[in-house]
């Protein structure tokens, strides 16, 4: 079982920048893809972007050009720099690990609060 912690969160007026990072720790297993997920009150968790192994990344169109995900090495640990930050981006934010293309492992983080004020 993989442990993840996020970090990085925190208070951001808009047109700001935030950096989060994402350990994971445990039995990492094979990884083909991480991602980082948020939650927004009272709306559905959705996938914001992601980086698979080789490196590719792909994002949510209310993010691309705004969002970049990174990591170190192709497993641990992974970044997300967030650009020009807009109120609508408030949520928790979350990672999360992939052993293929369309699968997730089931590990989720405590997540890490973004706010971004007006």
């Known amino acids: 079982q993989v442990q993840l912690v996020e970090s990085g969160g925190g208070l951001v007026q808009a047109g700001g920048s935030l950096r989060l990072s994402c350990v994971a720790s445990?039995?990492?297993?094979?990884?083909?893809?991480m991602g980082w997920f948020r939650q927004a009150p009272g709306k559905q968790r959705e996938l914001v972007g992601a980086?698979?192994?080789?490196?590719?990344?792909n994002y949510a169109d209310s993010v691309k050009g705004r969002f970049t995900i990174s990591r170190d090495n192709a497993k641990n640990p992974m970044y997300l720099q967030m650009n020009s930050l807009k109120p609508e981006d408030t949520a928790v934010y979350y990672c999360?690990?992939?052993?293929?293309?369309?699968?997730?492992?089931?590990?989720w983080g405590q997540g890490t609060q973004v706010t971004v004020s007006s």
């Open positions: 980086i698979t192994s080789a490196g590719r990344t």
């Open positions: 999360r690990y992939g052993p293929g293309p369309t699968l997730w492992y089931n590990s």
């Open positions: 445990g039995n990492i297993g094979s990884v083909y893809r």
